[in-house]
Nanobody
Framework: QVQLVESGGGLVQAGDSLRLSCVAS????????MGWFRQAPGKEREFVAA????????YYTDSVKGRFTISRDNAKNTVYLQMNSLKPENTAVYYC????????????????????WGQGTQVTVSS
């Protein structure tokens, strides 16, 4: 079983930055592809970014390309989401997700691909 704990959310103004962190339990974190998703009120959970277990591959939804960066530190069992130039439409609860398997360059971008989820962290961007 994998447990994920997110942190780093908060209330910021448009144009500000935030860095979300997700710490995972388990000795095999270094072999888990990871993803970040978000869910705004009244909307479905949507993909934001993903990273392969090796860190060699990343993938982003179009709306965050060039502003958000996903990274991981396998020695710390942690995946990060650096969010720059935040916009009000980025307001949501952000979740990290994990799964096992895949090659060193595999990334996954659907909710159904991930069996393990954190509790979420709220990000609110004011205009």
């Amino acid at each position: 079983q994998v447990q994920l704990v997110e942190s780093g959310g908060g209330l910021v103004q448009a144009g500000d930055s935030l860095r979300l962190s997700c710490v995972a339990s388990g000795r095999t974190f270094s072999r888990y592809p990871m993803g970040w998703f978000r869910q705004a009120p009244g909307k479905e959970r949507e993909f934001v970014a993903a990273i392969s277990w090796s860190g060699s591959a990343t993938y982003y939804t179009d709306s965050v390309k060039g502003r958000f960066t996903i990274s991981r530190d396998n020695a710390k069992n942690t995946v990060y989401l650096q969010m720059n130039s935040l916009k009000p439409e980025n307001t949501a609860v952000y979740y990290c997700a994990a799964r096992s398997g895949g090659s060193a360059g595999s990334v996954y971008y659907t909710v159904e691909s991930y069996p393990y989820w954190g509790q979420g962290t709220q990000v609110t961007v004011s205009s």
